[in-house]
């Protein structure tokens, strides 16, 4: 008996290994990369750890996920946000530099430094570029943080779309 448990537990580690190269993903973000515009357009940036972050970002009561990104073609880093809905809303790296996203040169703006905030913890974000501190966002659900030296900017859905703010 236990050499069949044994046996057993060993198959089904063996199963669980993914195959080199390969990338075990949650179920909505491995459907979100399998989306034929999302497939020929952008590659999952691994060197980034955490390379997906959980929340829920649309403030609908489902699970989300941001996942880096690079445009194949532009080279651009972004952020994929793949929603508990089935979505997929693709942030920097495919979109049109006429019209950016974010306000950093080229619209590379995905930070090696990120990680999930609450509203509340997004609300504290102030920006101090003028004598008197004026909140960066307003969201609807949990905000994501690209962090820096300098500052903090935030990708944040307002409701309707999502936007980019920064504070110090």
């Known amino acids: 008996m236990k050499t069949v448990l044994a046996l057993s537990l060993l198959m089904s580690t063996l199963l669980a290994v993914p195959l080199e190269g390969e990338l075990i993903h949650p179920k909505v973000v491995r459907e979100c990369l399998e989306k034929p515009t999302i497939k020929s357009q952008l590659k999952v940036m691994t060197d980034v ?25 532009t080279r651009r880093n972004g952020v994929l946000i793949c929603t508990g809905k089935n979505k997929a809303v693709a942030l920097g790296a495919i979109n049109s530099l006429k019209t950016p996203f974010s306000d950093k040169p080229n ?13 509340k913890e997004a609300l504290e974000v102030y920006n101090y570029s003028s004598d008197k501190p004026v909140r960066v966002a307003l969201p609807k659900g949990e905000t994501i943080a690209m962090t820096w030296e300098d500052g903090v900017c935030l990708i944040y859905w307002d409701g309707s779309r999502y936007r980019w703010g920064c504070g110090q």
């Open 107 to 119: 619209d590379n703006f995905a930070s090696p430094n990120w990680q999930v905030m609450t509203k």
């Open 49 to 73: 750890n955490p390379y997906y972050l959980r929340g829920d970002f649309d403030g609908d009561g489902l699970v989300d996920y941001a996942v880096s990104v690079q445009g194949i073609k």
